[in-house]
């Protein structure tokens, strides 16, 4: 049995234009309520590398009525080969496509994030007013309104204030107590970009494995690019801090950490220079036990970041905004009520998907020398010829979401 949605209009700014901040836009305009998104970039961040729709990811694009638009852009990629220095497999896992189980290393629903975002937005733009150009960079609140005060010196009154701005989110570094550390890090780094695609580039994902606890990755998104990939495993406070140098800065350091890794090295970092973008990062995964306070809410990544290795990232934005949309919906004339309960209620699913990430697991798929490289390969090798992966995943039980369960919210139908 559902809730009926109060009729109370509220008026709600979203700090952020990504995913969530999309996803949250979309349900709170069909609650009635008056929804800004404004996102600091001067147009829609419509870019980004490949990401994926898993579990319970996949069920919340599907409430949208998005599921057939999002098929309809969805990237060819087959499945996952580690290769050697000459770029031939070793071993390959394909993605489950069987309807049922558990997604693979690759799921049955890759998508650039550059395309989900304009999908959301198309979705949503009718009904939302779109600030671009400008950032939240603080917030004033009592007990009936929080006031925002804008990058161009401006401010704005509002009912609620959303932080949907990403990892490192603002509104999240004023809403917590000063000092504290947001951060689980796993000690991964991570720089991707695109170069131009070859003939050689298929639509399986090559993975190639270097000593030092590196690794190097190739997948292609459409006709003309290809997606390149540098991970490494490390824990020191030069690797940390090259993230916030300037782009070319950034460049430099990872084709030092990579110059003599081989395969198609100098390909992917001559491609640096005319990629379109350059994104590098460390992995961490955003724990904290609050996620709002008065009039402020954090969702998303600032919320609760699970990191790329939980596989869950995408959906556990998508799923989080449904959630705190609904609860908002459900209890508009009630908005501490309807915070505790969309703390509560995601919760759970939050602890599963995190749980995913294992650092020692990670380890063990980032060797550090060549003969625990053949070891993992060989190893590979063996469950493949075995259809250990495949069967694993076909007749998994549950996928990375657990058995979490959607909350059923009255919301009018989506057109």
Known sequence: MTD????????????GGGVAGQALAFWLTRGGHQVTVVERFPALRASGAQVDLRGQGIEAVERMGLLDTVRSRLVD??????????????????????????????????????????????AAKDDVEYVFGKSVDGFDQDEHHVTAHFSD????EY????????????????????????????????????????????????????PGGRQIMRRSHNATETQAYFVMREESAEASASHRAPVEQQQKFWASRFRDAGWQTDRFIAGMK????????????????????GRVVLAG??????????????????????????????H?????????????????????????????????????SKHAISAFQTATALACRLRIPELTARFAKEDRGGDWQFPAYSVPAAT
């Open 301 to 330: 990544d600032a919320a609760h970041c699970a990191s790329p290795y939980s596989g869950m990232g995408i959906s556990g934005g998508l799923v989080g905004a449904y959630v705190l949309a609904g609860e908002i919906n459900r």
């Open 77 to 122: 990629e087959a499945g996952v080969a580690f290769v050697d220095s000459r770029g031939k497999p070793k071993a390959t896992i394909m993605a489950n496509t069987s309807g049922t189980g558990r997604q693979s290393l690759t799921s049955e629903y890759e998508i650039m994030r550059g395309d989900l975002v304009r999908i959301l937005h198309d």
């Open 332 to 368: 508009a004339n009630d908005l501490p009520t309807a915070l505790v309960n969309y703390d509560s209620v995601l919760r759970p699913f939050v602890d599963k998907i995190q749980a995913e990430v294992n650092p020692r697991l990670l380890r063990v798929g980032m060797p550090m």
């Open 159 to 210: 009912d609620l204030l959303i932080g949907a701005d990403g990892q490192g989110s603002r509104t999240r570094r004023a809403l917590l107590p000063e000092g504290f550390d947001p951060y689980w890090r796993v000690g991964i780094h991570m720089a991707y970009w695109f170069v131009p695609r070859i003939a050689s580039d298929s639509n399986i994902r090559d993975t190639y494995m270097v």
């Open 4 to 15: 009926e949605i109060t009729k109370r209009s509220l008026r709600i700014l979203v700090a």
């Open 274 to 293: 005319t990629s379109p973008f350059f994104y590098s990062q460390e992995i961490v995964q955003v724990r904290t036990d609050t996620w709002s306070k």
């Open 153 to 156: 010196g401006t401010s704005g």
